[in-house]
């Protein structure tokens, strides 16, 4: 129940195109869903974030949209740049501060 | 600001060493937590300490692995007599209470290469 599962693993677009990264979980008590940003050999870094009461929030070419009765939450990037290559996690946040971490999206930018 | 700060970096030890990982949160958090990646996977929650307890180790295996945040340095978490499986990256992160914790920030890692 406290799983976050996290699809597609690998994600190849071309520059300029959406980058979709899904997200479902099964645990109502999640009330914080943030997506991490990690480069290889560094840490996860805060890209954004949303709380389960708004649908969606827009931070520059990101976009988180949040479907609570379906469970599921996505990432989108927008005019996808070979500098966002990386890996990106979603993760949810439960009791006692902690975070639920999906499997991870390796993405590909193609120039 | 600093932020999180980890050493050691990239650490090589031999089965049945002891492996020590430091963790210096940003500057005015009391929170700490560690956090595992195995290779080509997600973070794995371990223990969530503030300066003196252990609030929650749920995530922690229960033997060979211990961790500590003292009232004075780092948070230290210490992996007794390792063995090849416990290679991975180790992250910590901090918040400044629990109420903010909204805002969880990572560091850099430390990586363990048991051989």
């Known amino acids: 129940q406290q799983q976050v599962k996290q699809s597609p693993q690998s994600l190849i677009v071309q520059k300029g195109g959406i980058s979709i990264i899904n997200c479902a979980y099964e645990n109502t008590a999640f009330d914080y869903f943030p997506w991490y940003q990690q480069f290889p050999g560094k840490g996860p870094a805060l890209l954004i974030a949303i709380r389960p009461d708004v649908s969606e929030k827009k931070e520059g070419r990101f976009t988180i949209s949040f479907n609570k009765s379906a469970k599921q939450f996505s990432l989108h990037i927008m005019d996808s740049q070979p500098g966002d290559s990386a890996t990106y996690f979603c993760?949810?946040?439960?009791?006692?501060?902690?975070?639920?971490f999906g499997g991870g999206t390796r993405l590909m930018v193609k120039p | 600001n600093a932020g999180v700060m980890q050493n050691p970096r990239h650490l090589v030890r031999r089965r049945g060493q002891e492996a020590r990982l430091r963790c210096s949160p940003m500057?005015?958090?009391?929170?700490v937590y560690w956090y595992r990646q195995l290779p080509e996977e997600g973070l794995k929650f371990m223990v969530y300490l503030q300066k003196e307890n252990i609030i929650d180790e749920s995530g922690m295996p229960k033997e060979r692995f211990s961790a500590e945040f003292p009232k004075e340095g780092p948070s230290i978490l210490r992996i007794q007599q390792v063995v090849r499986g416990d290679s991975a990256a180790y992250f910590c992160a901090s918040s400044l209470d629990f109420y903010s914790g909204n805002t969880i920030y990572f560091g850099e890692g430390s990586w363990l290469t048991v051989v």
């Open positions: 993760a949810a946040r439960h009791a006692g501060n902690m975070l639920t």
């Open positions: 500057k005015g958090h009391s929170h």
